[in-house]
Each structure stands twice: as structure tokens, then as C-alpha cells.
């Protein structure tokens, strides 16, 4: 662990190397969008989190990086392309909620290869204490290295995402985050180790954690 951990800082260091200044998101309208994340006290907070300030910028780009027990795993956000989804997952990140949370789900088909992860108790289990709403336009697609917001029917986005570690052959109704940039050897490592009782679809063989996540 303590060698993933210095891994991580020595790629933070090369990653903030090249990125560009941080700004703050332009107050004018076209350059923001207006979200909604509507509570669900049904199903309360998995982790003390408040949902995002309704305001999300559509300009430019963000990285993240979630730090695994297999590897690190950069990926580039997309805020032109789902501003809402985006500005929730910076904002989950900043506040600790992926810290010490377990990818409940791997699948390896020939339909689907995906890790999922974002669930805090189980999979599709453990959200935010909000949902907001999709934004697809009906002609995404979802090749390897695609993260996209996981959810349970329209408009029930929260915390739970996937990465692509080789297709996806589904319906465009997920909104896609961004694009993983470096870390594909990881979800690689992790495919390789198996899923439990040999299925397709299910746990992880070995749990695979993300230790804790940080954005710039």
C-alpha cells in the first residue's frame, strides 16, 4: 500500500506538472448550467455529504484520480458533455465520499466488460441522499477507457459510476463523465484477477478498493 500511495503522489506531481491554472467558473449563463439534485430520504446518505451547489460549469476540463489497491486510475472529466454529472462526481471526491469504498461489481461478457464502482454498502446500494437527472443525447457510446454514471432507471443518478475495461454494448442512457487516461493496466489487473465463483458478472474475486480519490 505504502508503494501505491507514493506512486500516486510521484504521478499527482507529473499530472499538475502540465495542467493548466485552475479558474473559477465564468458567472455568465452560457457557460454554466443549472442543476438539480433533488434529496431522496428514502434513501439517506451512505456518508455525511450535502448535495453540490446547483450551478456547474460547461467549460473545460478536470482530472481525477481514484488511488486503488490494484493501481491508480487517472481520468479526464468532460464538463462540456455532462456538466451536472461532472460537477457532482468533483464534488463527491472533494468531500471524501469514494475514500475507503469497495467496487462492488466487475462484468466480463461479451456484452459488457465494466468495474463498478461508487456504492458504499453493496452493489446499487449506498448512494449520496440525492439523484439528479441524465444527460445523454440518445447517440453515446461506450467504448474501453469510458466512465460513465451508473443508475437505476431514468433520472436516478447519485454516486455510483463504471469504467469500461474493454466494451460496453448498451443503451446510450448513461452519462459518460469522461475518459480514463492512464490506468488502463490497472482495470486490466483487476479483470485478470477474476470474478468470485467464475461468473460474468458479479464481486470482484479479490475486493478491489479505491483507498481514497482527489481531483485538480
Known amino acids: 500500500m505504502g508503494r501505491i500511495a507514493v506512486s500516486a503522489l510521484v504521478l499527482l506531481a507529473a499530472l499538475v506538472g502540465v495542467a493548466a491554472p485552475a479558474s473559477a467558473a465564468p458567472a455568465d449563463t452560457g ?4 442543476c438539480v ?22 467549460r473545460g476540463r478536470a482530472t481525477a484520480v481514484l488511488v ?28 471524501l465520499f469514494y475514500d475507503n469504498t469497495q467496487c462492488f461489481r466487475l462484468t466480463n461478457s461479451p456484452r459488457l466488460g ?7 454498502y453493496r452493489a446499487e446500494e449506498g448512494g449520496p441522499g440525492y439523484r439528479f437527472a441524465d444527460e445523454v ?32 454494448n448498451i443503451a446510450p442512457v448513461y452519462s459518460v463523465l469522461g475518459r480514463v487516461t492512464r490506468g488502463l493496466d490497472t482495470l486490466d489487473r483487476i479483470v485478470a484477477a477474476g470474478i468470485a465463483g467464475d461468473a460474468q458478472d458479479g464481486l470482484p474475486r479479490h475486493p478491489v478498493r479505491v483507498l481514497w480519490a482527489f481531483t485538480f
Open 31 to 34: 457557460r454554466t448550467k443549472q
Open 37 to 58: 439534485f433533488t434529496p431522496t430520504p428514502e434513501n439517506p446518505a451512505a456518508k455525511p455529504v450535502r448535495p453540490p451547489s446547483p450551478t456547474a460549469s460547461t
Open 68 to 95: 486503488t489497491n490494484y493501481g491508480p486510475v487517472v481520468i479526464e472529466l468532460d464538463r462540456a458533455n455532462a456538466s451536472c454529472a461532472v460537477h457532482n462526481f468533483a464534488h463527491l471526491v472533494r468531500n
Open 114 to 120: 465494466v468495474l463498478q464502482c461508487g456504492d458504499v
Open 137 to 168: 443525447t440518445g447517440a453515446e457510446t461506450y467504448p474501453r477507457g469510458t466512465v460513465a454514471m451508473g443508475n437505476q432507471g431514468p433520472g436516478t443518478n447519485g454516486s455510483e459510476f463504471f469504467l469500461v475495461h474493454s466494451h460496453a
